[in-house]
């Protein structure tokens, strides 16, 4: 299902437009279906503190939609549908451990991480009915561009400094030292990483799989863009947020146990696609 109609030309894919929330219509979307990968979603952290119900209303709601769309449609079939959720490395807080693995303990600290974090939980007690096979992608700092489509979200820090450098904001605001690093990955290795969880997800089963790629800091970044670009990114500095981790890194031996690698995470890359998105 989709919120608008796409630019190009997507072949012999159907196209389905619709609300999660509407039962009917995300049950007609998933009639027939052998396999969901669930990308739909509301995702700025600052949104969600202003709207914490619509946030629960979507990711929640309308993650329990499909899944009991899924598994009705699958129950009159016989067959054990997969399906792969797409959540968020900020599920895990800031643990000081580096990098964070599937195992460290969660603790959201946004009603967007909390409720990605309860379609996790949900998804968990879908799979134990034995009624579907299940993996989650936490992925962590999602980048880049795929099909001449770049990340529009400005609140984003590649995207943004990418902006200060083509002059649409006057400045970058950096907070501390630039110091902080975060781990990005390709949005073309997210894809592959979730068609390599979803073929072999398990009956009865919720595997959870951590996505990143290439830890960089703001300073990295600022350093890239302005190397890719050719231009300055104009930096006011801003005082250091005590709550912000100064570290957060993906650890991915699991995916990468099933034969994952990032193949377009190379930081620059990151940066050169999103800045020139159709070259």
Do not use: C
Not at 41 to 55: A, C, Q, Y
Not at 173 to 199: K, N, P, Q
Not at 202 to 208: A, D, I, L, P, S
Request: hydrophobic share 45%.
């Amino acid at each position: 299902m989709v919120r608008r109609a796409p630019t190009a030309d997507l072949g012999e894919v159907e196209l389905h437009h619709g609300d999660l929330l509407d039962e009917d219509a995300v049950a007609a979307a998933v009639r027939g279906a052998d396999a969901v990968v669930h990308l739909a979603g509301l995702t700025r952290v600052r949104e969600s503190v202003e709207h914490p119900g619509r946030f629960y209303r979507v990711n929640v709601g309308g993650t329990a939609t499909v899944v009991e769309a899924l598994m009705s449609t699958a129950a009159a079939t016989g067959a054990v549908p997969r399906f792969v959720l797409a959540s968020t490395g900020a599920v895990y807080g800031t643990p000081k451990k580096q990098p964070i693995g599937e195992d460290a303990m969660p603790h959201p600290q946004s009603p967007y991480a909390a409720t990605k974090l309860a379609a996790e939980q949900l998804l968990d007690a879908a799979a134990k009915t034995g009624g579907i096979a299940a993996a989650t992608v936490r992925i962590f700092n999602a980048a880049g561009s795929v099909g001449g489509h770049a990340d529009a979200d400005d609140t984003r820090i590649i995207p943004r400094a990418l902006a200060a450098a083509a002059g649409h904001i006057p400045h970058l605001e950096v907070y501390g030292d630039g110091s902080a690093v975060r781990d990005y990955v390709h949005v073309a290795d997210i894809a592959t990483a979730i068609v390599t969880v979803l073929t072999r997800s398990r009956e009865g089963r919720h595997e959870v799989f951590n996505v990143g790629a290439t830890p960089a800091s703001v300073a990295d970044i600022i350093d890239a863009a302005e190397a890719v670009t050719g231009r300055r990114v104009p930096v006011v500095r801003k005082p250091a947020n005590p709550a912000e981790s100064p570290e957060l890194r993906a650890d991915t031996t699991k995916l990468r146990g099933l034969g994952w690698e990032p193949r377009r995470s190379a930081l620059r890359q990151l940066i050169a696609d999103q800045w020139n998105p159709t070259r």
